[in-house]
Structures are given as C-alpha cells and as structure tokens.
C-alpha cells in the first residue's frame, strides 16, 4: 500500500471513529456487510465501553433483520465477528449471533483479528465464547469454523471442549490441514505440535462410529506416494517414542473393539492394536479381553486377536475350549480353520486332555461349510473323540426337499383417504422424506375426491406442507428421465390453488395433449413417447398425474376408477364395476380407465362381463370387451446382449464407468395382438448410466398380472447393482415376487442379476423375492441358475457375492431350489478357461444341498474336473461333489 492510499485510510478510520463516537452506526454495519474486517477493527478501537454497547444493541436488531436473506461469505463472517466481539457486553449475547451455522469467521486469521479487538476492549471471555460455540457445533458446522474456534482457544489458553462434534471437527483438521499453515507437514509432525492431542485422543475410543474417520490416507506429493491409514500408524509412532501414552492407546483400541461398532469404523482400532504390537506381557494382563475379541469382534479383529493369544504360553486351556465353542461355528471360515489348528497343537501337546480337547473340537462338525466339517471330524477322531458316534454333525441327516412356508395371499390395499387432516399427514409424510411414490395412488384417490366436496380445507392444509417439502421433491432432477418430483409437486400445487385456474387447466391439457395420439390410422401405439428413454409404464404413469392435474378440483367426482384393492396393485373387478356405475352418465377419465382395466386380473368370468354391458356406458362396454377378450397378453421374450458406446475421446470417464456389456430382455407383443399402448414392445435400453430411478417400484403395480413384462423393464436398474455396484436397484424384486404372471427370461435374470449385486441390502432384497418365489412354487430355479452361470461365466457377475445369499437360501428352507440353481449354474462356470474365484466354495454349497436333499442332478463338466487329481481345494470340492451324486 502506497503512503497516499495508506494515508487515506487513518483519514477515513478516523472519520468513522468520530461519526461512531457521535451515534452514527450505518458505515459500520456497510462495512460489516462488505467484508471489511479489518477496517471494523479499526473503527472499533478507543471507542468508550457505553457507545459500543449502544453499538452492540443497533448491531443485534441489524442482524435479526438480515439472518435470513443474507449470505454470510467468509469475509462477512468475520468482519461480524469482530464487531460482535468488539461491542456486545457478553459472551453469550456474542454467541447468539455467531453460533448461527451461516456464520463462519476465515479460521486463524479471523481469530487473530477478533483476539486483537478483544484485547484492544479488555474483555476477558473470549474463551468462554469459544466455548459455547463449540457447545452449538453440529453437522453444518465447516471445519474452517473449528479453526476459527481452535484458535480462540489456543490464544486464550483455555482448555478445549471434548463434545463429539468439536471432536469430529478435530479429527478432519487432522486429515484435511490448512495447506496455507501447514505445507506437506506429514502428519506424525503435526500431531507433535498440537496442543489438543492430549484432551482428544481419550475421545478418539469414545465417539461411535469415529473410527470410519480415521481411516483416511496421506498423500505427500503424488498419488504413488500415497500412506494409507496413517493416523493409527502415527499414533503407535508417537507411543514408541513416549510421546504420548502407550496403555491409554491399547487399552482404548480394546475397549473401543469391545463395545462394537460397524465392522468400518472398527478398523482403525484393528490396525492401531496391530502397529503398537502388544508384548506378550500386555496381551497377557488382558487375555479375558482378548478372548471376547475372538468370540464377538469382526473377522479382521478376531483373526488378530487370535493371533495374539496364540504366541501367550500359559494361557488356560480351560479358556481356550470355552471360546472355542463358539469360534467353531462362525461363518468366518480362515477364523475357524486357525482355531481347529490351534486346538489340534493343544491336543498334541497336553495328551491328558486330548479327549475333552476333540470333544471342543467336534463343535465345528456343525460348521455350514463342508470342509470345515471334514477337518473337525477328522482331527476329534485322531484325538479320541468320534462325531458321529454320538449324532454329532450332519451324518445321520435325513433328504428332504424345501420347506418354505406357504405364500400368504395379497395383503389388502389401506382404506381410502376420507379426511382433509388425513391427506395432509399422507401428502407430508410423501414429501417429508426421499423414498418416492409409495402411496401415490391413495393419495392421488383422496386429492381428487376430497378436493370435489371440501376444496376450501384443501387449500388450507396442503399449501404450508407443500412449501415446506423435502429439498429433494424441489424440481425435476435432469439427470433422471423418471423423475415425477416436479409433476407430483404441481398436480398438489393445483390441488392447492385458488387462483387461475383456468390457466392451470390450460396448461395442464396441453401437456395431457402431448402424450395421446388419438389418431390410429398407424400402428403407433396410442401413448406416445416424448422421452425415448421413458419405458412405457413409466409414460403411463406420468399421463395418469397429468390427466390428474387436468381435471382435479372437478366438482362431484368420486374418486379414481384405478385405485387398487390389494396392495400388490390389483384391482376387484366387482369393485371397478361399481366405480363405473357411481359414474352415471359422467365420462371417466381415459388414462383412468386405461390403468384400472390393466389391474385386473386374468380370471375373471362372464358374469362380471354380462353386467358391465349392462351399464350401457361407452366405458361399460369397454370394460366388458376387455374381460371377454382376456385383457393385456403376455409378450414375447429374448434374451439379448447390449454392449456400451463407444469412447468419445481420449478421456471419457462415464464411458469407463459402464460395463463392457450386459444381457437385457427384449419384448414383443404375440401376433395379432395390436399393442395400443406400447407395453408390449421394447427394445434394450443402451447402456447410459441412467439406471438409478427410485420411481421403478411403482412399476409393479402399474402392471400387477404381467411380472415378466415389469421385470424386462426394471432389468437395467437391476443389473446395475451387479455391474455398475448401485444401490437399491433390487428394491423392486419383491414387489414383483407378490405380483402374478410368469416371469420367463426377465425375471429370471433379474434374480441372477440382484444375487451379484455389489451391496449387502440388494443381495437380500433378491433373496426375500427369491424365497417368496419358491414359496408359492412360481421360481424357475433351473432358468435363474443358468442365467446366472452365463453371467459369471462371461465376467459380468462375481460369483463370490452370489455365494452369500446362497448360502442363506439353504438355510432359510429352501436347499432343493438351491442345489436346482447351482446345477444349472456349472456347467457354464465349469467350462471357462480360468475358474471364477468362488467357485470351490459353490461346488462345496452344491455338495451340501445335493447331500442335504438327496436329489440327483448331473452337472456336466464335473467328472473332467473331479479326474483331475492333485489336492488343491478345487479338485477336493469337485470330487465331494461327485461323491454326493454317486450317493444320492
């Protein structure tokens, strides 16, 4: 800054001082709003105690007007900062300002600014301030924030707060330091240097859910040079060195493991207890707790654990075989088979015991795996103890087929919606959260009756729920072609609207227009498609809202005609019937009826025909002809292969997200049958990463008689939770287990599909579909098997995810459908040139089910891989498996 310019600003410092002094305050707050901190400062200093608080209470009414239409940049945030520091007479009237989350001071050097004011004032309860806000930290609250607060703290020396969120905020400063303080410092130095290490490492074990957090890497220059998990290892560092407590880490990873937490946030404490390797004197002093470790932790932890009791020399055996119960029969099969080991040693090394140690031993003759059952039997028997001779494992087990409980008939749908209060309650709790459009249809029904005889309360109760909807209900979302977040929000803004309506009514006629041809002259189909990647149930439920917000606020009408009477989304003809005959002389609404006559089911008789004719309605008749003519067909189906785009350059990321190819479903309709609505007809939606729609699960109820149709077109959202590892996708397969109709091709690779799905949510949602479809005896296990083999065979499914749901099929009653489906599975697997990883474990599941059954399923393939010889685990499992057959 030049002298001039320098000279300027003490003129107009002192010029704002004076006017300040004289009791004007309008140029501080103009400053305050520009960001103008240091100049804030300025003005501030030498004024007398009685004019800042004069300044302080003009200040506090300034703010609370401008609170919720102003934008707190940084600048702003700390230019308030020190005006709220340097006039107001408390910290905690301070703090009432400044713990709103929209106020965030620029981290140190606001800090100084504000320290700076408070020691030109005298004030003394800058860390107190420090300290309530620390107290108001949450979620929204910026880790810049926390620097701003760290640094108040350190300059008043004043102990930190140990809250879980000042904590949590600790932790990020950690993991993302301020470059501009700190360049490329590594972390142990870091750690060295900070004054809050002490008062937060006790927390560190305290905090649920903290150790996710502390997983993170440390990038010094490049990627290559990439640390991973560097905090624990800098903690046990530090230890070694003596810089910070060695028993509060081990005994704080203990405990910590202890109380349990996700599987991931237990890892840092995993791998903290690894690096510090305890001596065997600390795991000693502490082997009660380490034997829970080796019950109750996770795998990673329990195999450490394991490993650590096992080097202790004098460790009760007593102990040892109480754990061991129930070692043995965890699902972890690297953890059991170390521990049959371990048992093995003892037993060869205290023969006195030898009998009681393979009677511990023959626990795990109970063990799921098969192996495992082999390696129990045979170390008990060298020991003295035979398995079977006491009806110990599964050798006395009778064949049996599923045993599932029967299906349960479809639920019911809800009762209609015949209170104003109700709706709102419904409509808010739709547009409360993000799960979209699962009451849909109850809502829409009580929308349009309730608005055609109490439309005035309507208004009344839906206008505040609207406006204070979800964020994620605010507009369409472009990235998603099925998106009704916008429509739904406007056909309840119609309902909600007093004013223009005929506007409204234009508008929404205009759009309804646009989705009918009504000339049929061509075999186009009568719905018609203005977003190509819109499947058509989708286009019929986006004319359904349309038609909706057309008509809504009609006088007297009594409801919808498509409102199912089953949850699963069928509709009573008797029901449908009285609903027309309610109409009168009215016209129903076109895609009204369309979708109440797609609800129907299959089996309906003559006399409901007979008596819809005697309506003598156009929509009588219609009805009439669609229950004589048997309604909606089933399609054709074709399996086909889809393979992605092209590369658009030489760095395409979406073109790298997406799979080599994927085997979708293709849809025809039979011959002669004129598809008016294009239901029947589809193609193989492209690979486009669009497969992330959470409306799809509407979808099965669109079309509740014809499961193989909706199952073709959720396939892409399906498979993508395999090969593109979404989440979610399979949320729709037990929608579609309670609907009826085959399912071919399409839900058959469905199944195979949400079996490989990359997240443990998707794997049981396919599971639950497929269980509820081998209940009701409508699962076609060969077809969904060899689906599946020629997935996994062609690397667009990992066997290894499969195995887990298959495994719990078995187990849930269902071992004939597995032992069906993984029959059909081999042979495509078998025939690759690498074996897929996992496939000992699926010859050793089909081994069990085989056995457990006592059916007999050739699986060709399997006699070349069972000749073989040698002793790798594959050979054993495949020539188990040809025992099993051999014996069947």
Known sequence: M??????????????????????????????????????????????????????????????????????????????????????????????????????????????????????????????????????????????????????????????????????????????????????????????????FLTAMLPRLFEVDGLGSRMMFDEVTTTGDERQRHVLPTALARLATEGSIDRKTLIDGAIGRLLRGDRAVALRAFTILLTELEPTTAEVATRATDYL??????????????????????????????????????????????????????????????????????????????????????????????????????????????????????????????????????????????????????????????????????????????????????????????????????????????????????????????????????????????????????????????????????????????????????????????????????RTPWHWDLTQALLRLPADTDEAVAGKATALGTPAGERLATWLRTGGLPQPVMRATTVTRRSRKGSYDWEHDQLPPRRILVELRPPDGHDDRYGLLTADPAPLGGDEHSGWAHLWPSILPGHRGVIAAYTLPIVAATADMDQRDGTAVLPLLAESSGPGGVALDLALAYGLGARHGADRVATLDALLGLAGAGQLDATGTGEQLGRLIAGQLVKLTRALEPLRDAALAGAPLTVWRLTAAALPAILATPTPPRGLPDLLSLAAETASTTGTRIEVPGLDELAARGGTSRLGTEARRLRHALDTA
């Open 2 to 195: 030049s002298r001039a310019q320098q000279t300027l600003l003490m003129k107009s410092t002192l010029r704002r001082r004076r006017e300040l002094a004289a009791g004007g305050t309008s140029d501080l707050l103009d400053l305050v709003q520009s960001g103008l901190a240091n100049q804030v400062a300025a003005a501030l200093a030498e004024l007398p105690e009685q004019r800042r608080r004069e300044i302080g209470g003009d200040l506090t009414t300034w703010f609370k007007q401008r609170q919720q239409a102003t934008w707190w940049t940084a600048g702003s945030s700390t230019a308030l900062a020190a005006a709220v520091v340097g006039c107001l007479p408390t910290a905690a009237q301070a703090a009432t300002i400044l713990t709103r989350n929209t106020i965030n001071p620029y981290g140190e050097r606001a800090a100084t600014l504000v320290s700076q004011v408070a020691e030109e004032r005298g004030i003394t309860w800058l860390g107190d301030l420090a300290h309530r806000l620390a107290a108001k930290a949450n979620q929204q609250t910026w880790v810049e924030r926390w620097r701003f607060l760290a640094a108040l703290l350190r300059v008043t020396e004043t102990a930190p707060p140990t809250n879980d969120r000042f904590v949590e905020l600790w932790l990020n400063s950690v993991e993302q330091p301020d470059r501009r303080a700190n360049q490329s410092t590594p972390l142990i130095e870091r750690l060295r240097a900070d004054p």
């Open 292 to 585: 829970r470790l080796l019950t109750d932790a996770p795998a990673p932890t329990a195999t450490m654990a394991q490993k650590a009791l096992r080097q202790l020399p004098d460790l009760e055996i007593d102990a040892v075989l109480d754990t061991s119960r129930d070692v043995l029969l965890r699902p972890d099969k690297t953890l059991v088979k170390a521990q049959l080991s371990w048992l093995d040693r003892l037993a060869r090394q205290h023969r006195d015991r030898a009998t009681q140690i393979a009677e511990v031993i023959a626990v795990a003759a109970e063990h799921p795996a098969v192996e495992l059952r082999d390696r129990a039997n045979t170390l008990a028997t060298r020991h003295g103890h035979d398995p079977t001779a006491t009806g110990t494992g599964r050798a006395f087990a009778r064949p049996r087929a599923d045993d599932l409980p029967p299906p349960a008939p479809p639920a019911p749908a809800p009762t209609p919606i015949t209170d104003v209060d109700e709706l709102a309650e419904e409509v808010a709790a739709l547009l409360g959260t993000q799960s979209q459009g699962a009451p849909l249809d109850r809502i829409l029904d009580g929308l349009v009756r309730l608005t055609t005889t109490d439309s005035t309360r309507v208004h009344t109760a839906l206008t505040p729920v609207i406006e204070r909807r979800h964020w994620s209900w605010g507009n369409e979302h472009r990235y998603d072609p099925l998106c009704l977040c916008e429509v739904v929000v406007d056909v309840l803004t119609t309902a909600a609207a007093t004013d223009q309506q005929a506007r409204r009514r234009s508008r929404w006629e205009a759009l309804l227009a646009a989705v009918r041809r009504t000339d049929r002259t061509t075999p186009q189909p009568e719905l018609i498609a203005t977003n190509p990647r819109m499947p058509a149930p989708h286009r019929l439920l986006r004319a359904r809202l349309l038609e909706i917000g057309a008509h809504v606020n009609e006088p007297g009408h009594p409801g919808l005609l498509a409102t199912p009477t089953s949850a699963n989304g069928l509709l009573d003809p008797l029901t449908l019937l009285e609903r027309l005959a309610a109409l009168g002389d």
